[in-house]
C-alpha cells in the first residue's frame, strides 16, 4: 500500500520503518525544515524496551543510556515521599533514561535504510478523501498524490485532529516545566524528584554519558514573574529545594537555555476515520507525570502494524488495533490526568494528601505492586496486566 505519515517524531519514524519494512510505499512528511529531535530526555520503560528489541535498536540505546534502577522522590524537608525499586516486581528489570536525540536518530536509520521516504518542510493542514484515496494538502497548498491511508503521528498539537471530523475533549494544562540538559553526577541511576507542596517540582532524569535531563515545574504566568526577577535568583531557589542540581545549574547563564513546555490531554471518541489513524501523541497526548509517552508511542505503532499485516486492509486493521489498545490507552490517560493536579496545581490540600497516601502506598505490599507494573508499562486496564508487547 501507499502510505503518508504526517510527523518524523518517535512514532512517526517507528511506523515508518515498520510498515516500509512490510513492503509498503511510505512518506514521511515533516514540518520542520530539517528534522530533528526535540526535548530532552525520556524515560523507556521494560514495555518500550521490548518493542526496541524487536527492531534491533535495543543495545545501541542501551550503551549509550543510564540503566534506571528504581525512581526517587522526596519532600522537600527531606523525608521520603515515593521509592520505587523495579526489582521489587521482578529481578531484571529497570527503566532507561534515554537522550531522546539518540533515539530519534536510531530510528530515523532504519526507516530510511528500510525505504521509507522523508520530506521535511511539508506542513500537512488538511486532506481529501476520495473514493481511490487520501491526498494530503500541504502549507505551501501543493495537493500531493493520492495515498491508501494516513498515519497522523503529528505530536499532542496534531493539526489533523479537528479536520478529521472525530469528536474529542482537550484539556489545557495550566502547568508546563522548564527544560534542559547538561553534565551531572550527582544522580545515576534513578529518577530524581523533589516537591514542595504542589507548585514546585523539580527533577534530575540521567540519560547517560554522565547527563541528566533537568526539569523544573512552572505555569506561564510563573515564568513570567521568574524571568523578570533574573536567573540567579531563579537557580538559587532551584538549589535550595534540589542541590543535586548544582552541577547542571553551573553551566546555565540564561533563560535562553531553557526550554519551556506546556501540557494537554486529549481525549478522542475515536482513534481512526475514513482512511488516517492517529497514533501516540496525536491520539493520546497527556502530561508527561507517568513518563509513558514514548513507550505507548511505541506500542502503539508496533500494535497497527501487526495489525496491518494480519488483517491487510485499512478499515479492518484499525478495528482490530482500537479493540486492542482503548482500554491500556484509556487507562494511562485517566490516571496520569487524575495524578497531575497532585504534583502540579495552585491547590493546597492536593499536595497534603498526597504527601500521606503515596507513602503509605508504595510500602504497602498489594498496591506497590500495581504501581511497579503501571511504571512498567504493563497494565492494561484497571484490572489487567500484561508483561509483554501486544502479540496477535
Known amino acids: 500500500m501507499k502510505i503518508a505519515i504526517t510527523g518524523c517524531g518517535i512514532a512517526g519514524t517507528a511506523a515508518g520503518f515498520l510498515l516500509a519494512h512490510e513492503g ?27 518493542i526496541l528489541k524487536s527492531l534491533g535498536i535495543y543495545e545501541e540505546v542501551y550503551r549509550q543510556s543510564a540503566q534506571l534502577n528504581y525512581i526517587e522522590a522526596l519532600k522537600h524537608s527531606g523525608k521520603r515521599l515515593i521509592h520505587l525499586d523495579y526489582q521489587q516486581l521482578r529481578s531484571d528489570l529497570y527503566g532507561l533514561g534515554v537522550h531522546r536525540g539518540l533515539l530519534f536518530r536510531s530510528l530515523l536509520s532504519l526507516a530510511k535504510q528500510a525505504g521509507a ?129 548544582e552541577e547542571l545549574m553551573a553551566q546555565i547563564t540564561s533563560f535562553d537555555e531553557l526550554t519551556f513546555a506546556t501540557y494537554r490531554s486529549v481525549f478522542m471518541k475515536s482513534c481512526w476515520s475514513d482512511r488516517i489513524i492517529f497514533l501516540g501523541d496525536a491520539g493520546h497526548p497527556t502530561s508527561p507525570h507517568l513518563g509513558q509517552g514514548a513507550n505507548l508511542a511505541l506500542e502503539d505503532v508496533w500494535v497497527f502494524s501487526e495489525c496491518l499485516k494480519q488483517k491487510t486492509e485499512f478499515p479492518s486493521a484499525c478495528l482490530l488495533y482500537e479493540s486492542l489498545r482503548k482500554h491500556k490507552l484509556h487507562y494511562y490517560q485517566q490516571l496520569t490526568h487524575w495524578l497531575t493536579p497532585f504534583f502540579q496545581s495552585e491547590g493546597i490540600m492536593k499536595g497534603w494528601g498526597r504527601d500521606i497516601l503515596l507513602p503509605i502506598m508504595s510500602q504497602t505490599p498489594v498496591l506497590r505492586s500495581q504501581m511497579l507494573k503501571t511504571l512498567c508499562g504493563f497494565k492494561s486496564g484497571w484490572t489487567k496486566s500484561e508483561f509483554h508487547k501486544t502479540e496477535l
Open 117 to 245: 521516504v522523508l520530506r521535511e518542510n511539508s506542513r500537512v493542514v488538511d486532506y481529501t478523501v476520495s473514493s481511490s484515496g487520501i491526498s494530503l494538502k500541504l502549507e505551501s497548498n501543493e495537493q500531493t498524490d493520492s495515498y491508501d491511508f494516513i498515519v497522523a503521528t503529528d505530536g499532542s498539537r496534531s493539526g489533523l485532529r479537528s479536520t478529521s471530523g472525530i469528536p474529542h475533549r482537550a484539556v489545557e494544562y495550566e502547568h508546563g516545566a522548564l527544560w534542559s540538559t547538561g553534565s551531572c553526577t550527582a544522580v545515576s541511576d534513578k529518577l530524581f524528584q523533589v516537591v514542595e507542596g504542589t507548585r514546585k517540582l523539580v527533577g534530575l532524569l540521567p540519560i547517560g554519558n554522565s547527563e541528566c535531563s533537568f526539569f523544573w515545574g512552572i505555569s506561564a504566568a510563573q515564568f513570567e514573574d521568574v524571568q523578570q526577577k533574573g536567573i540567579e535568583n531563579w537557580k538559587a531557589e532551584v538549589l535550595r529545594l534540589c542541590p543535586q542540581s
Open 24 to 50: 509498503h510505499d511510505v512518506t514521511i512528511f515533516e514540518q520542520a525544515k530539517q528534522c530533528g529531535p526535540a526535548g530532552a530526555g525520556i524515560m523507556i520503560q521494560p514495555i518500550g524496551q521490548s
